[in-house]
C-alpha cells in the first residue's frame, strides 16, 4: 500500500459529514447551523412543562435533539437529565415481558433503566421517576427531571392494533406530570402524526424547518476545522445555491428551475459525503472545479440512487435493467410526481415483494400501512429528478434507449393505472388495467411476467373479496410458474391459494395446500405458520402445535408462529408454556386479529394460573380492541365457567355462536360442547 492510500484511507475515515443517518451525541463537534433551534428547545425544555418539538420527516429532529441540544444541557446545572427514550419496537428487551405490563411503556423504561436494572411488572412512568427520584442526592432544592422520547411517531406505527395500550401510556404521562412537580417533558414527533396527538396536557410547540442559507454555509464549512481542507472564495456559496435550487419538468416537459428559501439537511450531508469522499489524498482546496463535478445535488443524489440499484441487484440478483425501470416507471408519475404502489400476495407492481423490501432498507422508498394494506412511494420529491437521471445515464452508456416507454399502454403503465384505481377503491378500473397486463404479457410470450401479473389480478380480487376469481387467477400462475419449474414461485403461489381458502373459511383446503408448499420449499416459515393455523381451525390443535414449534425452530423471532402456539397450548391448558409464547408474540407486531386472539388466549392462560385480575385486564384489551370478536366470547365463557359463573359463561357463549364471521369449526365445536354441560348443569 502506498502512502496515498493510506492518506486516500485515513481521509475517508475521518469524514467530517455523517451523510443520511441522524448525528449522534458523540458527533456534536461536526454539528452545525442550528445553534438558535437548540437554544430555544433547551430553553423551552428546562422551563415548560412539556415541548413539543415536531416537523416533516428526515428534517434534522434527532440530529437537533442528540448532537445540538444535550451537548450543551449536560453543562447545565441542577438538571437530572435521563437518557432518550422511545417507543419503537426495535429495542433489545427481554425473552418475556413482564405479566400486565403496557408494551409502550416497558419499550420507554427499558430505555430510560440503568444497564441490568429490573422493571417490576406493572410498573408505571410515575412508579419508575419517583423511585429513580428517591435514590438521587438530598439537596435544599431538586434539580429537574429532564425527559425526552423521540420518534413519538411510533406510538401510532410501532404497534397499530393497541389502541387501548396507547390511551393508558397517554395516561400514564399525564400522571407522571402531575405526581412530579419537576418533571419536564420534551416529545419529538413527525408533522404527520402531530394531529393524532390528543394531550391532556396544554404543550408549547417548535416547529423545526430547513435550514436557511447562512445555517447552511455553517453546516457545511464549519465542520472542515482542523482537517487541513477548506472551500475556495466563493465555492460553499454556490453550493448552497444549488441545494437551494430545484429542477422541475412540468407538465409540457419544459425544464423549471425554482429556488428555495431553505434546504434539506438530508441532501446536504449526502452531497457533502460525496464530494469529501471525491477528493485526491493530497488535495487542500474545495474549488469550482471540485464542485463542477461532484457538487450538483442531482448528481450526488443519483450517485446515491446508483449506489443503492447495485446493492439490491447483488441482493435479489434481480437484473440492473429492470430495477431501474420498475423504480421510474412505479414510483413516478407521467406528470413528474410521486407515484404509490401496493404489496400484493407475491408481488409490489409486477416485482417480486423482496425487491421492494430491499429498496425501502436502502431509503430509496418508503412503506405507507393503511386499510390493512401495505403501499409503496418514493422516499422524497427530490429523488425524482435524480433518479431519472441516473437512469438516463445508465442506459446511455449501454446503448440502450434513453427514454423509458411512457406509452400508456405499456403493461407497467397498465400495472401503475390498476393500482391507483385500487388505492382509489375502483375494482373495476383496477381489474381492466390488470387486464390488459395479463393480454400483453401472454402475447409477448413472457411467462415469468405473466405469471406475476396474474397473481396482481388475484391481489385485486382478494381485496374486492370475490375469493372465486382470486384463486381462479392465482391458478393460472401456478400454471405458468409450474412451466418454468421454479420451485419457490410454485411454493409461494400454493401458499398465496392456501390463504385465500382460508380466508374464505375452507380451513381443509388451506391446510393441504400450505402443506403442500412447505413440501415443496421446507424453508417457507410463513407457509408453516399458515399450515399451523389452518390445522388448528380445521380441528386438529395438537397437529397446530406442532407445526407452530416446527417454524419456531427454522425462524425463533417468529411472532406469528410463538402466538399461535401459545394459543394452542393455552386453549389444551397448559398455561404456563402457553405465556411463554404469548408474552413474546404481543411484544413483535402481529396482525390486529391475532393480536387480539393472543390477549384473549392470555387471558385464559392467567385464569387457569389463579392470576385473575391480570386475566380481567387482558380480556378487557382484547374486547376494545375488536368487541364483537367470536373467539373473544368463546374464551370469555371458559373463563367464567373456570370461576363457576355459570350464567355468565353460558350468556358468553351464546354470543360466541352468534358472532359474525361465525367461530372456525374447532371453536364452534368447542363453544358447543362447553355450553351443553353449563346448561345440562344448571337444569
Known sequence: MTAGDDRSDLRHESNP???????????????????????????????????????????????????????????????????????????????????????????????????????????????????????????????????????????????????????????????????????????????????????????????????????????????????????????????????????????????VSLRHDEIQPLFLQIICTDIWSSLEPDAELINTDLLRSFGDVNRALARYYDSAIRTVQLETRETEERLRSWIESSFITEHGTRGTAYRGLLTTAGMPNRVADAFAEAHIITAEYRARSTWYQLSHDRMIAPTQEANRAWRASRGLDITPPTSSVTPEALISAAEMALAAGNFPSAQRYAAGVIEQYRDSGDTRRLGYALTSRASIARAEGDFRTAERYLQDALSEFTVLQDQELIARTLSALADVSFADGDYGKAKELQREAVDRLPSYVDAMIGLGYAEWYFGSPADAEATFALALGRSAGAGRASGGRGQVLAELAEYDTALANLNPALDSVLPPEEEVDARSARALALTGLGRDEEADRELAAARRQAPDRGRTHRRAGRIAAMRKQNALAIAEFKQALDAEPPLPPWDESNARRFLTQLQGTKS
Not at 90 to 111: D, H, K, Q
Not at 126 to 154: C, G, Q, Y
Not at 188 to 201: A, G, M, Q, R, Y
Not at 213 to 242: D, H, Q
Open 17 to 255: 459529514y455523517v451523510g443520511p443517518r441522524p448525528f449522534r451525541q458523540a458527533e456534536a463537534t461536526r454539528f452545525f447551523g442550528r445553534d438558535a433551534e437548540a437554544q430555544h428547545v433547551m430553553n423551552s425544555w428546562i422551563n415548560e412543562r412539556v415541548t413539543i418539538l415536531h416537523g416533516p420527516a428526515a428534517i434534522g429532529k434527532t440530529s437537533l435533539l442528540r448532537a445540538g441540544v444535550l451537548p450543551v444541557l449536560a453543562q447545565q446545572p441542577k438538571i437530572d437529565l435521563l437518557p432518550v427514550g422511545g417507543l419503537g419496537c426495535e429495542v433489545s428487551r427481554p425473552p418475556v415481558i413482564p405479566a400486565a405490563y403496557n408494551g409502550y411503556t416497558f419499550t420507554l423504561l427499558s430505555r430510560w433503566a440503568r444497564f441490568g436494572e429490573p422493571l417490576a411488572p406493572g410498573m408505571s412512568i410515575s412508579d419508575f421517576l419517583l423511585a429513580r427520584s428517591a435514590v438521587l442526592p438530598e439537596s435544599s432544592e431538586p434539580p429537574s427531571l429532564l425527559v425526552a422520547i423521540d420518534h413519538f411517531e411510533e406510538l401510532f406505527t410501532a404497534f397499530p392494533a393497541r389502541q387501548s395500550e396507547r390511551e393508558e401510556f397517554v395516561d400514564q404521562i399525564a400522571a407522571a406530570l402531575r405526581d412530579i412537580p419537576t418533571l419536564k417533558l420534551l416529545i419529538v414527533i413527525n408533522d404527520e402524526h402531530l394531529t393524532k396527538l390528543d394531550s391532556p396536557f396544554l404543550p408549547h410547540y417548535i416547529r423545526l424547518d430547513a435550514l436557511t442559507s447562512e445555517e447552511a454555509l455553517s453546516a457545511i464549512t464549519r465542520p472542515l476545522a482542523g482537517t487541513g481542507l477548506a472551500f475556495s472564495a466563493g465555492v460553499a456559496e454556490e453550493l448552497v445555491e444549488r441545494l437551494s435550487t430545484v429542477d422541475y419538468t412540468n407538465v409540457a416537459g419544459d425544464s
